[in-house]
């Protein structure tokens, strides 16, 4: 059973046409005429026509100069975090190599993308830590070259996240945003050489441009409108559960914000805290509407309700505020991330805690896991064969090509039998 308490308004199906054929026209544009449409489209959309797009080392050392010192410490702090937890990620991803049969071993290797580029956005919020993310995991992975670009705001990209992207060693970092940022990446232009991959959030139409490069280079996911979900019961404190939704609900007008509790009364709490909260937040134009349209509380009759909800919904972000924590832990399967107990919330992975922010939304959560140093590596495979394995494996290989009317697939196989059993005229 399950009773909504308050329920997202029905979402509007939006102009996407309008989007996907301004993403193509932009994208065919830069593919004709390379620099020069970048440029237009820069000059166009964020006043920005510099020299060069490429950021120098005497303007990071600029921007690092300007931060103060316990921002520039509390960088470096979360860019190792992600870093630590990348390198353990990935010493759990070994090579493999076994003789699954007398003389016929077969194996797999683990290689790096040769080339990535990273989009770090900059649009209602200069998103620091997005740099961090995007950057840290192809590097650990391996990858030989991974560049990062991100839009100008006002003299160029926010210092901050300059410094970021320098922290996460980026090998080349430029002042380019937007579709035509991606449109370089992907296709190159004479400053910019084509990368094999492109990663990171952004709006609606970074999102497009990714899915319309898909295939002319890799991706990583298509995130939508950031979301979290939250399950709790009687022993969560509303006013944490709310914070929590509104904390989310900040990032823009379309964020979905739920919680899903086991307690009626809890839910009532939450929503008189919610409203309370709100008119105290800097930022609460943006958190009041995406409360009222896009905020939900369901409430269930049961802890395994709450995980069929869950799941169903399959969020983003999904925090767990109740008695038992670890039991829902076994249970759950369909979400971006998991934050067990009122001492883990959603900030700590978006900032600072070193699990990976580029995550899942639009419950593609059923299908995929969020950006991590596997992302950028290629699990590719290998056979070695003795002769008497190759002639006991090209039997069966040749009556299946037979069998399927591919027969000078069944002559490569059979022509193996001949070779190691007898001469082959």
């Not at 065919?28 to 166009?44: N, T, W």
Request: overall charge negative; glycine content about 8%.
């Amino acid at each position: 059973m399950r009773e909504y308490l308050k329920r997202a308004a029905p979402k509007e199906a939006g102009d996407r046409r309008a989007i996907e054929e301004t993403v193509r026209g932009i994208l065919e544009d830069v593919r004709r005429r390379g620099e020069e449409a970048v440029r237009e489209y820069s000059r166009r959309f964020d006043g920005w026509d510099p020299p060069h797009f490429r950021v120098t080392e005497e303007e990071i050392e600029r921007a690092r100069r300007s931060l103060p010192a316990e921002l520039l410490e509390d960088i470096e702090f979360a860019a190792e975090q992600v870093r630590s937890f990348a390198r353990l990620q990935r010493e759990t991803l070994g090579p493999l190599e076994v003789e699954i049969r007398p003389g016929v071993i077969l194996g797999h290797r683990h290689t790096p993308v040769a080339s990535v580029g990273c989009y770090v956005p900059g649009g209602r919020y200069p998103l620091i830590a997005s740099a961090l993310m995007s950057i840290i995991p192809p590097k650990v992975a391996g990858v030989e070259r991974v560049i990062a670009c991100a839009p100008p705001r006002g003299e160029g990209i926010y210092a901050a996240t300059l410094v970021a992207m320098a922290v996460a060693g980026a090998d080349e970092i430029y002042c380019l945003g937007g579709v035509q940022a991606l449109a370089a990446m992907a296709y190159g232009i004479p400053e910019i050489r084509p990368v094999d991959m492109i990663v990171g959030p952004g709006n609606a139409y970074v999102v497009e441009a990714k899915r319309q490069l898909f295939g002319t280079v890799g991706v990583d996911l298509l995130a939508g409108p950031t979301e979290i979900l939250v399950i709790a019961d009687e022993s969560a404190d509303p006013h944490v559960v709310a914070a929590d939704l509104l904390g989310q609900a900040e990032h823009g007008p379309d964020s979905p914000a739920v919680l899903v509790t086991t307690s009626r009364d809890l839910g009532i709490r939450v929503l008189e805290e919610v409203e309370r909260l709100i008119p105290q937040l800097p930022t609460h134009e943006v958190v009041r509407v995406a409360w009222r349209d896009r905020g939900e509380v369901v409430w269930v009759d049961s802890e395994e309700e709450a995980v069929a909800v869950a799941d169903e919904y399959a969020p983003e972000h999904l925090e767990v505020q109740t008695r038992n924590p670890s039991w829902y832990l076994e249970r759950l399967r369909n979400y971006g991330t998991l934050f067990l107990g009122e001492e883990s919330t959603v900030v700590y992975s978006d900032k600072a805690i070193g699990t990976n922010h580029i995550l899942p939304t639009g419950r593609a959560a059923r299908f995929t896991g969020g950006l991590w140093v596997g992302k950028f590596l290629k699990t590719v495979t290998y056979q070695r064969l003795s002769r008497e394995g190759s002639v006991e494996v090209a039997r069966r290989a040749a009556r299946i090509s037979e069998a399927e009317g591919m027969m000078a697939h069944a002559y490569t196989a059979r022509l193996r039998i001949h070779r190691y059993t007898r001469p082959f005229p």
